[in-house]
């Protein structure tokens, strides 16, 4: 039920379907159907389980490793106000992968297993990761655009029916939002200055505009998970759904900075009350989810040395953690 024509060839066989009691599957179905929470312990049919740590490991995995990219920038920011917040920025986007690999865990799956799965190729990450960041500007565009795609599909996330999910999602929109705001102002500072600054600007904004709406997956039409998904209420709104809404409030800031939008298709459709846009390069998607993105190899082996480097943090934490349980229970 939740294989995709897009399952990696290095993945696992999904094990046969498991037959479910119909009269439990009932009873969570109508829990779903009245917004009930769905918690840790309470019993749910295996495909939910399986989807959401799929979704929720996917999304835990797309914060870390969206850390590189900024990171990148924390040694040149351009002032010491700039490097502040940048490391904020990039320690509050370890801080929601850590919020979600715990959400992750509460389904069964322990964090190793998520990591190995990520480091050998077997899980996915957003493909927004995959695209070099060259310039100063870059920050600003990804904290406008990424960030700000992220609220647009992470709002109704904090509605999401598995209670740990939802309830990491609320914390996590909060410092979002905040993220979005720095990006546009970095955006506002640059568009407002030099003739460079501005053609920097722009430059970001050609650079950062497709990939972001592709952030939001595959058309409906194309989008194995979203059906199931929405009628599990895991999915509160579908991925064009989400996708036009970040149109219409993204093209507008755009225009209050002065900058233009790469799609000379984008017009105003009055009878909708939404933008039409132009055709989104599918292809590019396709190509940057199965691992061929601009820069998809430097992202892995960065976190991979990362976690490799990081080892001896992770064993004295541990260490410490066992020494102070050791001294509780002799006390
Ligand atoms: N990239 O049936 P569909 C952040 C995959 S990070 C890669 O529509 P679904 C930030 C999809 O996984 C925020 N893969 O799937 C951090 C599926 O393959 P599998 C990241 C993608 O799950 C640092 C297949 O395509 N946000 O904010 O119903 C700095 C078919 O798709 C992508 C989240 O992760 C993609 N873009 O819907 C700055 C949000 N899109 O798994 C910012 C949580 C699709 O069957 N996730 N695929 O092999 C979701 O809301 C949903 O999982 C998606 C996809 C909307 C992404």
């Given at each position: 039920m939740y294989t995709t024509e897009l399952k990696d060839k290095n993945q696992a066989p999904q094990s046969a379907a498991v037959v479910e009691d119909p009269a439990r599957l009932e009873a969570f179905e109508a829990r779903v159907a009245a917004d009930d929470f769905i918690e840790p312990k309470d019993w749910m049919p295996e495909a939910y389980r399986k989807t959401l740590v799929r979704q929720i490991s996917q999304h835990a995995h797309s914060e870390i490793v969206g850390m590189l990219p900024e990171g990148n920038w924390i040694t040149r920011a351009p002032n010491l106000r700039r490097k502040a917040i940048l490391l904020a920025k990039v320690q509050d986007e370890g801080g929601h992968g850590l919020y979600l690999y715990a959400a992750a865990e509460t389904l069964g799956t322990s964090r190793e297993?998520?990591?190995?799965?990520?480091?050998?190729?077997?899980?996915?990450?957003?493909?927004?990761?995959?695209?070099?960041?060259?310039?100063?500007?870059?920050?600003?565009?990804?904290?406008?655009?990424?960030?700000g795609a992220a609220i647009m599909n992470q709002v109704p996330l904090q509605r999401t029916s598995y209670g740990p999910y939802a309830r990491a999602m609320v914390r996590i929109c909060k410092e979002e939002s905040f993220h979005q705001r720095q990006g546009y102002e970095i955006m506002t500072a640059l568009a407002a200055g030099t003739d460079a600054q501005k053609r920097m600007a722009q430059d970001a904004l050609n650079r950062w505009w497709w990939p972001s709406i592709m952030m939001f997956g595959p058309p409906d039409e194309n989008s194995p998970n979203t059906a199931q998904s929405i009628r599990w209420r895991i999915k509160r709104e579908t991925n064009d759904e989400l996708r036009q809404k970040f149109i219409d409030v993204t093209v507008p800031q755009a225009e209050a900075i002065g900058l233009t939008v790469p799609d000379p298709d984008l017009t105003w459709n009055e009878a909708r009350g939404s933008y039409d846009y132009g055709a989104i390069d599918w292809d590019e998607f396709y190509a940057v989810v199965r691992g061929e993105g601009p820069?998809?190899?430097?992202?892995?082996?960065?976190?991979?040395?990362?976690?490799?480097?990081?080892?001896?943090?992770?064993?004295?934490?541990?260490?410490?953690?066992a020494k102070h349980q050791a001294r509780e229970a002799a006390e």
């Open positions: 297993e998520m990591i190995d799965a990520l480091h050998s190729g077997r899980a996915k990450y957003s493909t927004i990761f995959n695209y070099p960041t060259l310039t100063w500007a870059d920050i600003g565009a990804i904290g406008w655009l990424v960030d820069v998809a190899k430097e992202r892995m082996q960065a976190r991979v040395k990362a976690w490799e480097e990081g080892a001896w943090v992770r064993e004295a934490a541990a260490a410490h953690a």
